[in-house]
């Protein structure tokens, strides 16, 4: 673990004294890269202070119990981020093949001007813009006249529009996450135009992610038994625990009645 993770760890375990330390035994937390530490502490510490371990088994337990619910929550998370960037690659490809040349013919403009500085002698910044914004309109001549000084690249004005659209795409998705009004408005009116609904659409986007959805599931509920079997078990050994405690507690009554008894029936000296 590293000395941060210690330090966050030291930081819950103050909200359970002398607890949450004693769990070190059991090793570090297993942790991918790019999860919080900070989360997996809250965890550990509202369990701890939940269950309110009363030896070193029960803290075996504890230990198992948040590793359990940290893998389940991390299958869930898991099949969110499937699910989410498989419908939001999905909608960028349909707003590429939906948008018309005028909703992004700007992002053509500004692309083209970036490019035409590195082809352009000497700078001219009028002359660009000009050239530029003929060749937004589609003005034949200067399509073929632009295209001729791309020729030495690997762009044309072909390739140029493709990247634009794509561009334009990817930040109406951004913006319909954001729930920009604009974005949320033309979104629905192209998927409207297109015969579908969202739901619609992202239930077929996703028929061929079942398979990956289904096997995440599993996993989860795997974890899911073994985290509540663990349960059980603190449970199960508690009461057994207790019935022990008072069975004690009854013979030593026993004991402590019956050594009275006997002191009682002694003749007197």
Not at 180 to 205: C, Q, R, Y
Not at 240 to 259: N, P, Q
Request: with cysteine; charged share 35%; net charge negative.
């Amino acid at each position: 673990m590293s000395r941060k993770s210690e330090s966050k760890t030291e930081i819950a375990a103050a909200r359970v004294p002398g607890q949450l330390q004693r769990l070190a035994v059991f090793g570090p937390p297993l942790l991918l890269e790019g999860e919080d530490a900070t989360a997996y502490d809250e965890l550990l510490g509202r369990i701890c202070a939940a269950v309110k371990p009363v030896d070193i088994i029960d803290e075996l337990f504890i230990a198992d119990i948040v590793a359990l619910e940290w893998e389940v929550l991390r299958w869930r998370r898991l099949k969110r981020t499937l699910m989410q960037e498989t419908g939001l690659k999905a909608l960028k490809n349909f707003l590429a093949g939906k948008l018309n040349y005028d909703q992004y013919s700007e992002h053509v403009a500004d692309d083209l001007m970036e490019i035409l500085r590195e082809y352009v002698p000497g700078g001219k910044e009028d002359a660009m813009q000009a050239l530029a914004r003929k060749c937004v309109r589609n003005e034949p001549d200067v399509v073929d006249e632009i295209n001729k000084v791309l020729a030495p690249s690997i762009l044309n004005m072909d390739r140029i529009r493709h990247d634009a659209r794509a561009r334009k795409a990817e930040e109406l998705v951004q913006d319909y996450l954001r729930r920009e009004p604009d974005a949320v408005t033309l979104i629905e009116e192209l998927l409207t135009d297109a015969g579908v609904s969202m739901d619609t659409f992202l239930t077929k986007v996703l028929r061929d992610k079942i398979d990956y959805i289904e096997r995440i599931d599993r996993l989860t509920a795997i974890a899911e038994t073994r985290r509540n079997a663990a349960l059980r078990e603190i449970d199960r050994r508690r009461v057994v625990l207790g019935k022990t405690l008072r069975r004690s507690v009854h013979e030593i009554e026993d004991d402590d009645f019956a050594d009275g008894e006997l002191v009682l029936e002694l003749p007197p000296a």
